[in-house]
């Protein structure tokens, strides 16, 4: 009985030990909707439903282009001189209705505005002022998401607050 006691201390303590709370920044519709890639608002390259002709503005020359079928029909946008990747998906299975699923910053060459400042990967999270972390793995990722909604920005920085990387993630 007290070894079964211990057992049962031992895997309470690993497991509360191990579950962090996340801390979410809320930000309200009105700040969302304010949301910039690179001078472009998250709503316009949401709408433009992955449209190629709308999404050449966003990207320079050089970008790649993908369609896939499998897992979902998707369409994929690279940008390696920007730094920036775009997935849309189309959950539906009818080749008309892709939705903005995925976007992520690697570089300094794009920016994302949030909350009325423009941050890029290199700069310092600070910038965005007081927001709450999570540490994960040594480094910090900060979680921005408007409550009942299933989209959100992550963004990821090393133990000393630099920025490495911006997504936005469609939960659906």
């Known amino acids: 009985m007290k070894f079964?006691?211990?057992?049962?201390?031992?895997i309470l303590f690993t497991f509360s030990a191990s579950c962090e709370a996340q801390n979410i920044n809320i930000l309200s519709t009105t700040e969302f909707s304010q949301i910039r890639v690179s001078n472009y608002l998250l709503s316009s390259i949401k709408e433009s439903n992955g449209s190629k002709q709308a999404i050449q503005n966003l990207l320079s020359n050089s970008y790649s282009y993908k369609e896939y079928n499998e897992p979902e029909m998707s369409k994929e946008y690279s940008?390696?001189?920007?730094n920036l990747k775009m997935l849309f998906e189309d959950r539906m299975e009818a080749g008309n209705n892709y939705e903005l699923a995925f976007l992520e910053i690697t570089?300094?060459?794009s920016t994302l505005t949030l909350k009325n400042k423009r941050i890029r990967v290199g700069d310092n999270i600070s910038l965005l002022g007081a927001i709450n972390t999570n540490r994960i793995d040594g480094r910090k990722v900060a979680f921005?998401?408007?409550p009942g909604r299933d989209e959100s920005f992550s963004i990821y920085t090393d133990s000393k607050g630099v920025i490495s990387k911006i997504e936005y993630n469609l939960f659906n």
């Open 4 to 10: 079964l006691r211990l057992k049962i201390i031992v």
């Open 79 to 82: 940008d390696s001189l920007k």
């Open 107 to 109: 570089g300094p060459q």
């Open 144 to 146: 921005f998401q408007v």
